[in-house]
């Protein structure tokens, strides 16, 4: 179905006969307090420069979608998903790092992270500025809380700084920049769960409030609309491959 006004296309998918209970499960930004960063990188760079459109994804720096299952673990999936890339872009081999190690070993009171629960990659960042990544083969995603099980001695890499972006042309420079950047949404509505193809826009009527963390991997244009490429935790049968875009007027980036 196409609704009045949109320019996306919505139909069934694998969530299709989920709950609602069963679907907000995986929001894990839900219930998580807003949380600010230190520094912010204002809107007033200057993105004159910048292509029409880019992507990341051509250049071999980005991993395969994957698939958070019911855990409410969004925000590590954006973390990794956003360092993994950041890796790559440094001239390193692209691997898939750990997300478990995430959702496990950050898990209050190490920080307010919640595993399964909910939680922020600002407090994944925090904890990786002392620990590293590891493999994603070394310690493999269960979707599920458990026991940190963190080996230092198989480490990738870790944070060392982060900041928050505000505005359009601050987010579209951070990208081109600096890689994939981390992305709040609002996905726990129709429009999220059931989208197939196409653009959404404000004419979508999406609720504003963010329950979900995804990444930014680049920009596009589609018949005089901009917008961002997001790509999702949700597996590549759902959306476009696990991508959906979002118009930059629709969208504020908490990065």
């Not at 998580?32 to 204002?42: I, K, L, S």
């Not at 070394?138 to 944070?159: F, I, L, M, Q």
């Not at 409030?209 to 596009?220: C, L, M, Q, T």
């Not at 589609?222 to 590549?236: F, K, M, V």
Request: glycine fraction near 8%; proline fraction near 4%; include cysteine.
């Amino acid at each position: 179905c196409i609704r009045d006004r949109s320019s996306y296309r919505a139909g069934h998918n694998k969530f299709s006969d989920w709950t609602w209970e069963e679907f907000n499960s995986m929001l894990g930004l839900k219930n998580m307090p807003e949380r600010e960063t230190a520094e912010f990188v204002e809107d007033n760079v200057q993105i004159d420069s910048l292509p029409q459109t880019f992507d990341w994804r051509p250049q071999g720096v980005v991993t395969a979608v994957k698939d958070q299952g019911s855990c409410g673990s969004c925000w590590a999936f954006s973390a990794v998903e956003a360092i993994e890339s950041a890796w790559a872009i440094a001239g390193n081999d692209l691997v898939k790092q750990s997300v478990q190690e995430i959702v496990d070993c950050t898990m209050t009171p190490v920080t307010e992270n919640e595993g399964c629960n909910g939680g922020w990659y600002y407090w994944a960042y925090d904890w990786l500025k002392d620990n590293k990544t590891m493999l994603e083969s070394d310690y493999p995603y269960t979707a599920k809380d458990g026991t940190c099980a963190y080996d230092a001695s198989k480490g990738v890499t870790n944070v060392s700084s982060y900041k928050q972006t505000k505005g359009r042309a601050a987010n579209l420079d951070a990208i081109y920049n600096q890689g994939p950047i981390n992305v709040a949404v609002a996905a726990g509505n129709d429009v999220f769960r059931n989208y197939v193809s196409g653009v959404i826009t404000m004419n979508d009527s999406c609720p504003t409030e963010v329950d979900h963390g995804i990444v930014a991997v680049g920009w596009g244009i589609d018949q005089g609309t901009e917008y961002y490429i997001l790509r999702n935790s949700w597996g590549d049968e759902w959306g476009a491959m696990g991508y959906i875009p979002v118009s930059y007027t629709h969208l504020t980036l908490p990065t």
